[in-house]
């Protein structure tokens, strides 16, 4: 059955589960050693922090496609709780790109940022003022700042990476492969600015998320039809993101096969993203 006769939702999950068996062919190599995939011998050749610190954050992004992927049967308020989902996995596709392309330097700076965010989430200031906490397991914080993570002590410099997600994003492009960051910045501005409306519970969030894809008179019916919407953007907007990752990983270590069958899935993608609603049946209907 042609895409086309599916509805738009239906399409987007289906494209969803064959790129996931992309993901777990890239994860497999960078985790488990070499395979075979249409005849080429597919052998992870990136650096070994990198390798350590941005397999992880694959996994844990295919792991929410995966949720995604259970909750796109989700009609009316429930949808909402999709979005943050979708950031993680769209945040955690850019992060794990940028580091498998950067220096073995930045990866090595990002395993250690995990030891010293482990040791500051117990020795922090929570709140100002009247309402405030402070929470401390160490009995000098500031000499342990300054002789175990010096690299972190200073105004500014409390973060595993001072570039913002746009920039990380760039040097992916620069570094690894100008189509993965052309995935990952659509992915960006699919979601992003959006899902932090949503996330954060702004008024904006609020009010996007309960009209944006009404049409006509404001019923029940309407606004339950109008999540399915949000379904089929957040899907468009983390596959984008997938697609991002592979093109970094493959397209980087020079693994052709893989590489061609991600670009047949972002040309579906692209294709199915951009038809009119009408190309397409409504949910329930076949």
Request: net charge neutral; hydrophobic share 40%; aromatic share 8%.
């Amino acid at each position: 059955m042609d895409a086309e006769e599916l509805p738009l939702l239906d399409a987007l999950r289906g494209l969803a589960l064959l790129q996931q068996e992309l993901l777990r062919l890239a994860l497999f190599v960078a985790s488990e050693g070499p395979a075979t995939f249409k005849g080429e011998t597919l052998t992870c050749s990136i650096g070994d922090a990198q390798r350590r610190v941005s397999t992880p954050l694959a996994m844990g992004a295919g792991q929410s496609l995966e949720t995604l992927l259970r909750m796109s049967q989700l009609r009316g308020i429930p949808v909402r709780d999709t979005y943050p989902i979708a950031r993680s996995a769209v945040e955690s596709f850019v992060n794990a790109s940028f580091l498998l392309s950067e220096s073995d330097e930045v990866a090595t700076r990002a395993i250690r940022y995990v030891e010293f965010a482990s040791w500051r989430h117990h020795n922090r200031n929570i709140g100002s003022g009247e309402f405030s906490i402070e929470v401390r397991t160490d009995p000098d914080p500031s000499a342990t700042l300054a002789r175990e993570y010096p690299e972190f002590n200073g105004k500014g410099k409390g973060l595993w990476t001072a570039l913002d997600v746009p920039s990380r994003i760039r040097r992916v492009g620069e570094l690894a492969s100008r189509r993965a960051g052309s995935r990952l910045i659509a992915a960006y501005g699919l979601i992003y600015s959006l899902s932090s409306e949503i996330i954060h519970g702004s008024p904006f969030g609020v009010s996007y998320f309960y009209s944006a894809h009404i049409k006509g008179q404001p019923t029940t019916e309407a606004f339950v039809a109008g999540t399915v919407r949000h379904l089929e953007e957040i899907f468009i907007a983390v596959l984008h993101a997938g697609c991002g990752y592979l093109a970094a990983f493959f397209e980087r270590q020079g693994m052709t096969a893989p590489l061609e069958v991600e670009q047949k899935i972002f040309a579906r993608l692209l294709d199915l993203s951009t038809k009119p609603a009408s190309s397409f049946p409504k949910n329930g209907e076949s």
